[in-house]
């Protein structure tokens, strides 16, 4: 029954924000209604008309129009009529500040209320430029309703990393189709490129060249090629 919070998440690519993000508004979505978890991916949806049509579609169930104006006006309906808090994370959120939006779409939508006679709403918003303060970059206006907790994603440690791909293995493979040893050098690999990602793509490629072949076990070969 409170307000949403707001946050800024930052991490390098592959540390797991936008996974975590979603198993969380995943849970929440199953818990209660009255909160309305909403993802943009800013990276594909880079204006105000398609970042509105995601939050409309996600919050009513059903595709958006193509008028601004009536698409909000439907968002808040059915947040008003649900008593239900809006929280939308904007993921890759740097794209919006390239487009030139991204004070627009922070101070619409945190001033939601203001208009549209709703509860306020909060945003996650989320980069992998460490570089970049997306705090410093709302103007003043925005800076007075965006107040976010920072959530830092650190890189896994190698360790961490070996865990997350044996975790993948047990689930994708056949027990002993993935040795220690290959799975230590592709945890050493990963480690390197900083992106639990790679470790993934390369089991998975790894799996497919020994399926092919007619083999029950990976190799370090299938690794390494």
Not at 198 to 216: H, P, Q, S, T
Request: net charge positive; glycine share 6%.
């Amino acid at each position: 029954g409170g307000s949403a919070l707001s946050a800024v998440l930052r991490g390098l690519p592959g540390t797991g924000k936008t996974t975590t993000v979603r198993r969380v508004f995943a849970a929440i979505t199953e818990e209660t209604r009255r909160v309305a978890p909403v993802y943009v991916n800013c990276r594909h949806d880079h204006s105000a008309l398609a970042v509105y049509r995601s939050i409309f579609r996600q919050v009513c169930g059903y595709p958006a129009g193509r008028h601004l104006d009536e698409i909000k006006q439907g968002i808040a309906a059915r947040l008003r009529d649900r008593d239900a808090a809006l929280v939308v994370c904007l993921d890759d959120a740097d794209e919006l500040i390239v487009a030139g939006i991204y004070n627009t779409i922070l101070y619409q939508i945190l001033r939601l209320y203001e208009k549209w006679d709703v509860r306020k709403a909060g945003v996650f918003a989320v980069t992998s430029d460490l570089a970049l303060n997306l705090y410093a970059e709302a103007d003043a206006s925005v800076r007075s309703v965006f107040r976010p907790a920072e959530v830092t994603f650190l890189p896994y440690t190698r360790a961490e990393i070996r865990d997350i791909l044996a975790d993948r293995v047990r689930q994708g493979l056949y027990p002993g189709v993935v040795p220690p040893s290959v799975l230590d050098l592709v945890a050493e690999m990963t480690a390197g490129e900083r992106d639990i990602r790679v470790g993934i793509a390369l089991l998975r490629a790894a799996a497919v060249r020994a399926e092919k072949d007619g083999r029950f076990r990976v190799t370090r070969k299938d690794v390494l090629d």
